[in-house]
């Protein structure tokens, strides 16, 4: 079986700081990585994704994250934030089995203060 | 582009009550697969349909079904709704092609569901 795991519920920073929302992950066979947005009462919304290649993948609205297979993590970055990125953050994987299911951590609350 | 819409947006049913939620993927895309958020248990997928045919199912009882039609939009089914059931029911839509684990997923705004 596959697990997302997201090390913190909650992330209070300010704003222009740098930002780190930490995700690992535990499968058996090879997967797929992304990290979606979720803003008030909307749906979830792709930052980014890694398939292959560079282990570095860039996203929308400045978001970064790095690919670390031996450390089976997928960190998501920004260098200044600002208050509009107030919201539920989603690091999710799926599995090269030919299926499309996302598998989802538990959601990282990212809370811009001025 | 439109992107996925979802109807209705926020219901309110009784315990043993059935319901029906609606979601039109994007156009051309054929695959559609439905969540359910609920701040318990958080995202967990319930099903994936690609050509008419249930693809993938999750770990939920027979009391959820769905279905999709031949323009691929779906619908999802919940029968003797139980109180748990209460959550945010979200569709995603991708184009669906023979790579579909690295296709992206475009998810609707969600049903909401209150169920007393």
């Known amino acids: 079986a596959q697990s997302v795991t997201q090390l913190d519920s909650q992330v209070p920073v300010f704003e222009e700081a740098p930002v780190e929302l930490r995700c690992n992950y535990s499968s058996s066979v090879s997967v797929y990585l992304f990290w979606y947005v979720q803003y008030p009462n909307q749906g979830l919304q792709l930052l980014l994704k890694?398939?292959?290649?560079?282990?570095l993948v860039k996203g929308i609205n400045g978001f970064e994250a790095e690919f670390n297979k031996s450390q089976t993590s997928f960190h998501l970055r920004k260098p200044s934030v600002h208050i509009s990125d107030t919201a539920e953050y989603f690091c999710a994987l799926r599995r090269d089995t030919g299926r499309r299911a996302l598998t989802f951590g538990s959601g990282t609350r990212l809370q811009v203060q001025p | 582009k439109a992107g996925v819409t979802q109807t209705p947006r926020y219901l309110i049913k009784t315990r043993g009550q059935q319901v029906t939620l609606s979601c039109s993927p994007i156009?051309?895309?054929?695959?559609v697969s439905w969540y359910q958020q609920t701040p318990g248990q958080g995202l967990q997928f319930l099903f994936e349909y690609f050509s008419e045919t249930q693809r993938n199912k999750g770990n939920f009882p027979g009391r959820f079904s769905g279905r999709q039609f031949s323009n691929s939009r779906s619908e999802m089914n919940v029968s003797t709704l139980e109180l748990g059931d209460s959550a945010l029911y979200l569709c995603a839509s991708s184009i669906g092609t023979s790579r579909g684990p690295q296709e992206t997923q475009y998810f609707g705004p969600g049903t909401r569901l209150l169920v007393l």
């Open positions: 890694y398939l292959s290649g560079s282990t």
């Open positions: 156009s051309g895309h054929r695959s």
